[in-house]
């Protein structure tokens, strides 16, 4: 069976802002109350969508959720209208305030894990939304995720939207980002290979769970000879991987992984080869590529895609381009014979301040053909939709935010209507809560 991967990209949403919220996410932590730019990096994640028509790939979009996320205030006892609301939030805890407000929606490589059909069972394309328990502000996401996953995924005959885990931190969920996939061609049967942590003490928390892991892949189905659990590495957490997407990612036959991402990272390869025959390795040295740069420029959380022409490509933030030695390091992978045959670097400067590099702003989901028609065509782009969504972005998005504008009521009447004005501008109806009102 043939199938296609789509990347659903987040669209970057009207109040991202640098609130340091993601303890153990270095660049979320050094940005911290800095001013950020949410019309530039809307427009630069669109840009980067753009990029992956033009390879031709399919390209989708996950919404913005609406924030400040008025449901938390008001399960957390603030009362009265929007405004009260908000204004009461900011003088009684502002940062609290910053955690409703937090666009960290944009990184959907957490909204879900996703399998596809020729994994699974009973044949269908399973999602489950990621609970992302570990930061209160990502904890708050998962219930708009589910509603959308329901909406783009309605078709039950293909697909099967299953809720976010229970069980809080004792089974934290962190998505795709700590999920990879093995397979020849995207239509054939994979391996799949979810990252957990035991970790426990030190700076930093890990955010996957092992439980979880194993939950997600009972729920979806799959075969337990075709699915590995792997345990990411403690001290590549400590050194700022709060993600495993932060040091490796798959495509196809490849694992193209830092040698510091996994704990006891030869044993790790070597169960993963046995459920894998066909793995194909691209191990970057500590010797060649510090840890400490690999995070710093995310050389790992590139996208990694197959081209029509079956070759691959590494879609690279700047920042790789900027650090000497992941800079040679990408210069020289190519003169040599891996599937990796070029290069790309793309500007995600704004998201990459906040830990989100190309591929935490995308989540895959490979289809078939039948299936890729039952999805959402709403939710689908081309060339033309992204320039209206560039329109959009330059009516309606703020240019600049700071930490300080955060309890601005008149910032929340912004975001009120741009996210009104992109359902029109997309067709969907009354989407979010405060539509339905
Ligand atoms: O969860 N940053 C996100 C970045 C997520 C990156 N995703 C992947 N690696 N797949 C996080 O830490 C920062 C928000 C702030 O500090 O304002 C934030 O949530």
Redesign the pocket.
């Known amino acids: 069976m043939t199938a296609q991967e789509i990347n659903f990209d987040g669209l970057i949403g009207p109040t991202h802002?640098?609130?340091?919220?993601?303890l153990?996410?270095v660049?979320?932590?050094k940005?911290?109350g800095g001013v950020a730019r949410p019309k530039l990096a809307a427009l630069q994640g669109l840009e980067k969508m753009r990029l992956m028509l033009s390879l031709g790939l399919g390209q989708g979009v996950l919404l913005p959720h609406l924030r400040p996320h008025l449901p938390t205030l008001h399960a957390l006892g603030f009362r009265g209208s929007p405004e009260r609301m908000i204004a009461d939030a900011h003088t009684a805890d502002p940062a609290l305030l910053?955690v409703a407000t937090?666009?960290?929606s944009m990184?959907t490589?957490?909204a879900a894990t996703v399998s596809p059909s020729a994994d699974t069972l009973d044949g269908k394309v399973h999602l489950t939304p990621a609970n992302?328990a570990t930061?209160l502000?990502?904890s708050i996401e998962h219930p708009f995720t589910e509603k959308m996953l329901h909406t783009i995924f309605h078709d039950q005959t293909h697909f099967s939207v299953h809720s976010a885990l229970p069980g809080g931190t004792h089974l934290g969920d962190?998505?795709?980002?700590n999920h990879g996939r093995l397979s020849g061609d995207h239509g054939h049967a994979g391996v799949e290979m979810f990252v957990y942590s035991d970790k426990s003490g030190g700076r930093y928390p890990g955010?996957q769970t092992l439980r979880a892991s194993q939950a997600v892949a009972r729920l979806h189905g799959l075969s337990p000879e075709r699915t590995v659990f792997m345990q990411q590495a403690n001290a590549a957490i400590e050194a700022g991987a709060?993600?495993n997407?932060?040091v490796s990612v798959t495509n196809g036959s490849v694992l193209f992984a830092h040698s510091g991402a996994f704990e006891n990272q030869p044993a790790a390869m070597e169960s993963l080869r046995i459920a894998y025959p066909a793995l194909e390795v691209v191990e970057v040295a500590e010797a060649v590529v510090p840890m400490a740069d690999a995070i710093s420029s995310y050389l790992f959380?590139s996208q990694l895609i197959t081209l029509p022409d079956e070759s691959m490509i590494l879609i690279l933030p700047t920042e790789v381009q900027q650090t000497l030695s992941t800079a040679a390091y990408v210069a020289d992978l190519l003169t040599h014979n891996t599937p990796i045959k070029q290069a790309r670097y793309i500007d995600v400067r704004e998201s990459m301040k906040?830990?989100?590099?190309p591929?935490?702003?995308r989540l895959r989901v490979v289809l078939t053909e039948a299936e890729k028609s039952a999805v959402d065509q709403r939710f689908l782009m081309d060339a033309k939709k992204l320039a209206v969504l560039e329109a959009w972005v330059k009516a309606t998005y703020p240019d600049e935010i700071r930490p300080d504008d955060l309890g601005d009521i008149a910032l929340h009447r912004q975001c009120l209507e741009a996210l009104d004005a992109l359902t029109k501008t997309l067709n969907l109806g009354s989407l979010y809560e405060f539509q339905a009102l």
């Open positions: 802002n640098y609130a340091g919220l993601s153990g996410n660049a979320s932590s940005n911290a910053r937090s666009a960290s990184w490589a957490n992302l930061m502000h990502r962190e998505g795709a980002a955010r709060f993600h997407d932060v959380n906040n830990g989100g590099g591929a935490c702003l």
